[in-house]
């Protein structure tokens, strides 16, 4: 299984970064709605909720599923960077 803070400093937005062809879908747009219903429990339960999924998507070989998942946690992270975990000290570059 794939690690909570890996997964979402990987797909963390960098300043000026731009992804081609991985425009938000229709789809990715109700997933992230559908997550944002629970913002009443914070943004990192929804993170923590997004990324669970993704690795269960990932774990049973739904590509596409887990594609649309990533885009929605890229789409989170860059509405809500409060939910982006800081790495820890053994993941800085010295």
């Known amino acids: 299984m794939l690690n909570v803070q890996?997964?979402?400093i990987a797909t963390?937005?960098?300043a000026g970064e731009t992804i081609l062809a991985a425009a938000p879908s229709a789809r990715s747009r109700v997933l992230l709605s559908s997550y944002l219903l629970n913002l009443w429990r914070g943004p990192d339960a929804v993170r923590d909720m997004i990324v669970?999924?993704?690795c269960a998507a990932?774990?049973?070989g739904a590509s596409a599923?887990?594609?649309d998942l990533l885009l929605v946690l890229r789409q989170f992270l860059e509405?809500?960077?409060e939910?982006?975990?800081v790495p820890c000290a053994c993941l800085?570059?010295?």
């Open 6 to 8: 890996k997964i979402t």
């Open 12 to 14: 963390r937005p960098h």
């Open 52 to 54: 669970a999924d993704f």
């Open 58 to 60: 990932t774990d049973l």
């Open 65 to 67: 599923q887990a594609a």
């Open 79 to 81: 509405d809500w960077p």
């Open 83 to 85: 939910a982006g975990l």
């Open 92 to 94: 800085r570059q010295w």
